[in-house]
């Protein structure tokens, strides 16, 4: 599904007006009865219900008013608070307005200069509400919430009360989900036409409440614009992707993995990305190990083939086992390289030197991405396109950005560096960005913050790789594998969030991956 940046909507929303004739006041209009419908369904009826409805200048606002009418009509109970000035109001909104003045319904201006008295007679009112309407911001917020706003969300916030944001709750910026200062903390969101990347991207998606999706009229054609580059990765994208499985499949038509990992004391990297492979359904897994951890692996491991390499004397991979490594990716469909392979300059080279000559799609991940620290140039040396999966912390070594600009707009973080480096990148976190060089970008809707516990990153670069091995392109393994990789950590999660360990998302791939592909319950 695509998902719309605030300028991506205001262009749609000009383009259903002006190419298509359809006005904006009737796109105004369907907003609103929508957010009706949304607010029926929560209050299971509306008729003798107390809603207060706060409406902001633009509009956003201006879907407030719609609201209110319709409300009315169905023998609601409504109050408008409206911040700001009336004379700042124009267009679709102050049409409405108008309406709702002629109707004579409660409407209570909170100026700037608003007192004690405004204030409290607002606090005593979203006490005694069934529901409150958030209709003060939309997509044309900017900047900081201050002043007035920030008071009145405030009091949302504290009321305790079902809270219907319109299109995205005030104070989340539209694009990046970032909020300056505060936010409504709703329980449900109406969003128009397309969902916004700040619904998914936190903190915005901690505030969305309980998302609907509403048709407003907006012709379909404006709204799959290839102009609109972002998605989020659903469950029926997720279960497109898979690979067919033939009946007579036998491992060696499942794929052959090489992983490239391990290193004193980080081996259970190694055994994470091996098996993350084999339980995404890879045939046949050959780990390529430092020599001295061979024989642990060989007893940590059962399924998992293992090819001692030559090392340094710390333990770590030395220049020696190059050549070995290239004539592994020979006979693998797919290599994944760098988890718990340390940061010995040696390794690091030996890492880059696999990177400029293997002769399969590779997957780098962890030590991997370090040791491309100044080397990002030789990714174009990869014979397919690479998938690199960094959390902010390795993307801040190869970029010098800090992990606040990282996360501040990780969308664009993701899309610059994914088209530098001619790479499909993987910026993990909450929520993980999948970004193509081309600019394409999905959003994972999988995950939670359990997830956040050593080995899980090394799971999912096995699990891409065991997806590549199996035939798909890196393209698809890169948004299956995030989705399948979250899904099953929202599984392992429901034993318990903050217990949950890496070899949880192992145990519960093979039921996440029969839940997506065939909506089996769990
Ligand atoms: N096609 C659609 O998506 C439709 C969307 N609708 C609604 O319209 C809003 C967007 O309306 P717009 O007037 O562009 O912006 P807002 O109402 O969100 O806010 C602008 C309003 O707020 C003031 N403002 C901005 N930032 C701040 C701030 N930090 N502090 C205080 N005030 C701020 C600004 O000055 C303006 O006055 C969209 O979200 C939908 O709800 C249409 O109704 C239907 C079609
Ligand atoms: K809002």
Known sequence: MKVATAAQMREADSAAIHEYGISGVVLMENAGVEVVRRIEAVLEAVSDKKVCILAGTGNNGGDGYVIARHLANRDAKVKVYLFGERSAISGDAKTNLDIIFKMRLEILEIKENAGTREWNKLKIALNLTDCIVDSLLGTGFHGEITGNLAQAIDIINQSGKPVIAVDIPSGVNADTGQISGTAVKATHTVTFALPKPGLFMYPGAEYAGELTIADIGIPAAILSDNTIRQNIITLNLARALFPKRNPTAHKGVSGRVG??????????????????????????????????????????LTEVMTAPL???????????????????????????????LGREDETAATVRGIISTAQCPLVIDADGINALEGYTSILSDCIALPVMTPHPGELTRLTGLSILDINRDRMQVARRFAAEWGCILILKGAATVVAFPDGEIFINTTGNAGMATGGTGDVLTGIIAGLIAQGISSHDAAILGVFVHGFAGDMAAQSGMIGLVAGDLLNALPAAIQSIQYGVDW
């Not at 004391?265 to 890879?282: F, Y």
């Not at 710390?314 to 592994?328: F, N, R």
């Open 310 to 340: 030559p090392e340094t004397e710390k333990g770590g991979l030395s220049h020696e086992s190059l050549s070995a490594i290239v004539e592994m990716t020979k006979d693998s469909n797919v290599l994944a390289v760098g988890p718990g």
């Open 259 to 300: 992983v490239i990992a391990g290193s004193v004391g980080l081996s259970g990297a190694a055994a994470m990305a091996s098996m993350g492979a084999l339980r995404a359904g890879a045939g046949l897994v050959t780990l390529g190990i430092p020599a001295g951890l061979n024989a642990i692996m060989e007893i940590k």
